[in-house]
């Protein structure tokens, strides 16, 4: 069961545990470089980002901001554009209203707001975002976390009879800065249904431990995610089993993956991730799910490999035309086996499902349709024989869920 908390919407996209578990992502391009941002948001938006953070680090990128932003509604791109700032933010948003009008939302790290002007710095953010009826995400990070209020603590922790571990308390600093600087910020005048709150590590462990204090601790709607998860298959793992663990437990309202792409890398990749961590805990669907089995001794051949990589390809080609014209065909299960010994039992369990025949196998491919043995295919056209097959079945399924004259 998700875990209780308020609804906070940026723009229209609303977020909060009455709502689906929101997928977002954020630019690695230059701000100030228009139309490459603009170009990286629509590529993560046409992966499936529902929210885009940018950097808004400096003058000149709070300037791009107004223009990003137009370029985007211009064309038909309507996804919130989040702004993330550290040190100046109280300056830009300040200096730059145009910025602070057009940002969706403000990302505030409240242990980069100042050290002898914290307090002041972060209230005039969240003035900013009052004026411009904007909700805000106060994240904390564990590699810039309040070093005031963590040398507060360890002190106060020295001095108990039973000192806790420096682990634990850093762990209670991240949630008591999260939660002062939301107190805070209600007491500067936001509403409660305009923040969010985060607190990042890059551990594992250490992420289920804060979250799952944070949690405990309030109704705000929290935002997830490794920080500097990695790269390759480590991000990937890593951010899969923390996220995993906590949304499991009702934990999270909207998720990001922080994967490090290799230099000229494609950043959507993250969104595709955070998609798939979610279609797999069954949260969410997003696209067909292709169930292959690994292979063994029993494919000698590459047919099998090649029909799933085949039709896995062929259903991500469909899925901008499909998704609009067979609404629900997100939730399609297609099953591609090697053999006899799984691959009729696995393709019952799907809506449509191959069983190929493996090494000494006699040369034909049972199809099963909603669990029935419905065809067997045989020769050289087994790969067009079948994808015709799955494309009646999304028509004749899917097509059902069409509202009349779509
Ligand atoms: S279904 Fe057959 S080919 Fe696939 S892994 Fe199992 S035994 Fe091997």
Redesign the pocket.
Known sequence: MRRKTVTVKIDEIPVGSDHPIVVQSMTNTDTADIPGTVEQVKRLADAGSELVRITVNNDPAAKAVPDIVNRLRQHDYMTPIIGDFHYNGHLLLTRFPDCAKMLAKYRINPGNVGTRHRDKNFMTIIEQAVLHNKPVRIGVNWGSLDQVLLTEMMDENSRLPEPLEAKTVMINAMVESAMRSARLAEESGLSHNKIILSAKVSGVQDLIQVYRKLAGGSDYPLHLGLTEAGMGSKGIIASTAGLSVLLQEGIGDTIRVSLTPKPGGDRTEEVRVAQQILQSLELRSFNPQVTA????G??TSSL?QKLADDIWAYIHQQMPVWRTKFPGVEELKVAV???V???PGESKHADIGISLP?TGEAPKAPVYIDGIHAKTLRGETIARDFQAILDAYVVNRFGRNQQPGG
């Open positions: 089995c690994p292979g063994c029993r494919t099998f086996m090697g053999c010994v799984n691959g493996g």
